[in-house]
């Protein structure tokens, strides 16, 4: 995921949070906004439906936090009902520079509800909390310690697959920007304006020429070429 995509954020969207269509109409990047949902949303609910396991909500409901101070964002979650939520920071979407990459955002968001990254998430977390407490019963550590070794594991637990679940949201993101009319590939020209994390030890995210690569090989796959 990229700095402009953090996918698997558990957290709901705070006060202030507002409906795309209620406060992006004014400024053309507010208008090309509201093309790529009307767009993208049927293709990734469908997809959903097509793909998801029986049960989990498809109907996506695609946010904007209009707050000017916040940096340029977006996430993916579910409200208390297991509604799957897609939040865009108004800058995130002032930063764009096309339509194709608000499109791949989105469709990198909606993959990670599609791919039950959040669930697997919080599996993983649980995991490792576990972990941590059974080391620290082990050892005799106090109630203190226990607590401390009990999340760190759980937050090594959460990064366990972060790197797989990114590119797992980045190949299915892709082919439904692809599936809605927009270009996955120059989408992606949000990794040339952000730092690059290589792989970084414990990293979330994985190189950016190792996502522009998946995301090429999907679209080279769609589109019936050789991938390379």
């Given at each position: 995921?990229?700095?402009?995509?953090?996918?698997?954020?558990?957290?709901?969207?705070?006060?202030?949070?507002?409906?795309?269509?209620?406060?992006?109409?004014?400024?053309?990047?507010?208008?090309?906004?509201?093309?790529?949902?009307?767009?993208?949303?049927?293709?990734?609910?469908?997809?959903?439906?097509?793909?998801?396991?029986?049960?989990?909500?498809?109907?996506?409901?695609?946010?904007?936090?209009?707050?000017?101070?916040?940096?340029?964002?977006?996430?993916?979650?579910?409200?208390?009902?297991?509604?799957?939520?897609?939040?865009?920071?108004?800058?995130?979407?002032?930063?764009?520079?096309?339509?194709?990459?608000?499109?791949?955002?989105?469709?990198?968001?909606?993959?990670?509800?599609?791919?039950?990254?959040?669930?697997?998430?919080?599996?993983?977390?649980?995991?490792?909390?576990?972990?941590?407490?059974?080391?620290?019963?082990?050892?005799?550590?106090?109630?203190?310690?226990?607590?401390?070794?009990?999340?760190?594991?759980?937050?090594?637990?959460?990064r366990r697959f972060s790197k797989?679940?990114?590119?797992?949201?980045?190949?299915?993101?892709?082919?439904?920007?692809?599936?809605?009319?927009?270009?996955?590939?120059?989408?992606?020209?949000?990794?040339?304006?952000?730092p690059d994390p290589g792989d970084?030890?414990?990293?979330?995210?994985?190189?950016?020429?190792?996502?522009?690569?998946?995301?090429?090989?999907?679209?080279?796959q769609l589109e019936g070429w050789?991938?390379?």
């Open positions: 995921m990229i700095t402009a995509a953090l996918a698997g954020c558990v957290q709901m969207p705070g006060a202030g949070m507002a409906p795309t269509a209620a406060i992006m109409r004014p400024a053309p990047p507010a208008n090309s906004f509201v093309e790529v949902v009307e767009r993208v949303e049927p293709v990734a609910e469908g997809m959903c439906r097509a793909s998801a396991p029986r049960g989990v909500n498809c109907d996506l409901e695609i946010m904007v936090d209009p707050r000017p101070d916040q940096q340029p964002n977006a996430f993916q979650t579910v409200d208390d009902r297991g509604r799957p939520v897609v939040v865009f920071t108004l800058t995130l979407i002032a930063a764009a520079q096309n339509a194709d990459e608000i499109a791949f955002v989105l469709g990198h968001e909606a993959a990670h509800h599609i791919a039950g990254h959040i669930p697997r998430r919080q599996q993983t977390a649980a995991e490792g909390a576990m972990l941590g407490a059974v080391f620290a019963e082990a050892t005799g550590a106090d109630q203190a310690t226990m607590a401390q070794l009990q999340r760190m594991g759980a937050e090594l637990g959460a797989e679940f990114e590119l797992e949201a980045d190949a299915l993101g892709a082919e439904i920007t692809w599936r809605a009319g927009f270009d996955p590939v120059r989408g992606t020209g949000f990794f040339d304006r952000l970084q030890f414990l990293g979330s995210h994985p190189a950016n020429a190792q996502r522009r690569a998946q995301v090429a090989a999907v679209v080279a050789p991938a390379y």
